[in-house]
């Protein structure tokens, strides 16, 4: 069964820093996505990471991927008050014709003046 | 920018009633999905659906569910029988296919009483 792990789940920052939410997930995966949500909302696409070494950067938030490690990690830069939502990664198993997302439970991410 | 509708919005039954949740996905988008996110609870899939049929459900899409897309842009969910556990938030999504991003509609709200 595969489990996908976020850490830290909860983090509170001051504006200005800089911080990474890592994600770990324990079998080999086709596909891994970043997602913002804002509470009652829906789930917004950060991120779509296909490869090992993968990289992608959107304003401050970057995402990256070591599939060897089944590890991604989300790096916010300059954290801003907007930025304060919750982050879930979730991973597409690899193989078998899998094409449910697993979640992790999320970080719960407050941004504070 | 296209985006994946859901009605209602907020839905609320008897236990042992049936309900039905609509989605209408992205136009041209080939794969939809139903996830669940019970409150303050990861999000959890459910049933995804390509080329008229279920391609993949998870332990949680037992006989009491079942999805349909009656049209060339509807896809619903159906509960046969409601519980007081299957109240959740319930997000369909969409993505045309490959390896691109899967879109989420925003949500219908189930309540079981």
């Known amino acids: 069964e595969l489990k996908v792990e976020q850490n830290p789940l909860f983090l509170s920052m001051q504006e200005g820093k800089n911080y990474t939410i890592y994600c770990n997930y324990s079998?080999?995966?086709?596909?891994l996505y970043w997602y913002r949500q804002d509470p009652g909302k829906s789930l917004e696409s950060l991120f779509v990471?296909?490869?090992?070494?993968a990289v992608k950067q959107e304003g401050r938030l970057m995402a990256s991927l070591d599939t060897k490690a089944r590890l991604s990690t989300l790096h916010i830069t300059a954290a801003v008050h907007d930025l304060s939502a919750t982050y879930f990664c979730?991973?597409?198993?690899?193989?078998?014709?899998?094409?449910?997302?697993?979640f992790g439970k999320g970080t719960h991410l407050i941004i504070q003046p | 920018e296209p985006e994946v509708t859901q009605t209602p919005s907020h839905q609320v039954t008897q236990m042992g009633q049936e309900v039905i949740l609509r989605c209408v996905p992205i136009?041209?988008?080939?794969?939809f999905y139903w996830y669940r996110q019970i409150l303050g609870q990861k999000v959890e899939f459910l049933v995804s659906?390509?080329?008229?049929?279920?391609?993949?459900k998870s332990e949680i899409f037992d006989d009491q569910f079942s999805v349909e897309r009656p049209d060339g842009s509807n896809f619903t969910l159906k509960i046969r029988s409601t519980k007081l556990e299957d109240s959740a938030m319930y997000f369909c999504?969409?993505?045309?296919?490959?390896?691109?991003?899967?879109?989420f509609g925003s949500g219908t709200q189930l309540s079981v009483l």
């Open positions: 659906f390509y080329n008229n049929e279920i391609s993949e």
């Open positions: 079998t080999t995966s086709d596909r």
């Open positions: 136009s041209n988008h080939l794969y």
């Open positions: 999504a969409s993505r045309r296919g490959g390896n691109e991003k899967l879109f």
């Open positions: 979730a991973v597409v198993e690899s193989g078998g014709g899998a094409d449910g997302l697993t």
């Open positions: 990471l296909l490869s090992n070494g």
